[in-house]
């Protein structure tokens, strides 16, 4: 990587970086505040709960379909697993805002006998959020996904209800390598999947436990997200949302056009995905690896 690659890769960190930072302080804030209200807020709560039993001598748990907000959205997912290869070649590297990958020294990350992408997130998180697209764009260049499910991230958190997909019960299959997603809480932040023992080391090691964290083969890593969630029309005020999100066909319909902003910070992430995972793949297939949509990465991955 030249100096000016190096540059390009530091300055797009740092950027995204005191961003999450930024955001981060301004929830821990908002957090507080809730704690110190809340024994108002359980002594409004028990007050409720006599007056509702009251009314209501029984009542039915809630059912799956009531308590989730995941959906099937078949058009959505299509667009976004099969972009057109000139699209991808039109976008290349992204805008300058867009982070690069990380160069990891490690023991190679396999399961099956194949290179692995290991990714950790939860369903909440916004910068999460904004990786998903682009993680599953760059896979699908190698493989097939199905049962993939649309969501929203936290409304209360930064960037409130960014529109997003989740990995969570969704099946990929590729003959290149294996993929293995972990959705580590729900929106609601409750525990969801669990990472094992060599799993959490590896978050741990590299990222103190932030995620979204995504490990490429062993040799590349995605250190939080590799552009903002405002790409998709959401404010960085916690639980403001005021501003308008995208619906998750507009994010679809625009990575079909390569000169939307949507387009330029998906899509160019998921090039620097593609390019670190032809790394581990042996350049196979190599129609993916040798289009110019990873040749325009270079060494800055």
Same mark, same amino acid.
């Given at each position: ?61 809630? +059912? ?13 997912? $299509? ?151 405002? $790409?998709?029309? $959401? ?11 995208? +619906? ?38 190599? +129609? ?6 990873? $040749? ?6």
């Amino acid at each position: 990587m030249g100096k000016a690659e190096r540059n390009r890769a530091q300055n797009a960190r740092q950027r995204i970086a005191l961003q999450q930072q930024a955001a981060r302080r301004a929830e821990a804030q908002r957090r507080a505040f809730i704690v110190g209200g809340s024994v108002l807020a359980v002594i409004v709560i028990v007050v409720a709960i006599v007056v509702i039993k009251s009314l209501h001598k029984t009542s039915a748990a809630p +059912t799956a379909s009531s308590t989730t907000t995941a959906k099937t959205v078949p058009t959505v997912a $299509t667009e976004i697993t099969s972009v057109p290869a000139a699209v991808l070649n039109k976008v290349g590297a992204g805008p300058s805002d867009v982070a690069p990958l990380k160069t990891i020294t490690d023991k190679a990350l396999t399961m099956n006998g194949k290179p692995e992408v290991l990714y950790m997130g939860a369903e909440y998180c916004p910068y999460c959020a904004a990786e998903r697209w682009a993680l599953a764009e760059a896979l699908s260049r190698f493989g097939t996904f199905s049962n993939l499910h649309f969501i929203h991230s936290s409304s209360t958190d930064v960037y409130a209800a960014t529109p997003t997909l989740t990995f969570y019960q969704s099946t990929y299959t590729s003959k290149y390598l294996t993929f293995d997603p972990i959705e580590l809480e729900t929106v609601s932040e409750a525990p969801l999947q669990k990472a094992d023992a060599a799993q959490t080391a590896l978050i741990n090691k590299y990222t103190q436990g932030q995620f979204p964290f995504v490990d490429v083969g062993g040799k590349f890593i995605v250190d939080g997200a590799q552009y903002l969630p405002s $790409t998709l029309g $959401t404010n960085p005020t916690a639980g403001d949302i005021s501003k308008t999100a995208l +619906t998750w066909q507009e994010v679809g319909s625009d990575m079909q056009n390569p000169n939307s902003s949507v387009a330029q910070a998906i899509l160019g992430a998921a090039n620097h995905v593609t390019a670190a995972i032809c790394k581990m793949t042996g350049d196979q297939p190599s +129609t993916v690896c040798k289009s110019a949509s990873v $040749t325009s990465i270079g060494g800055d991955i």
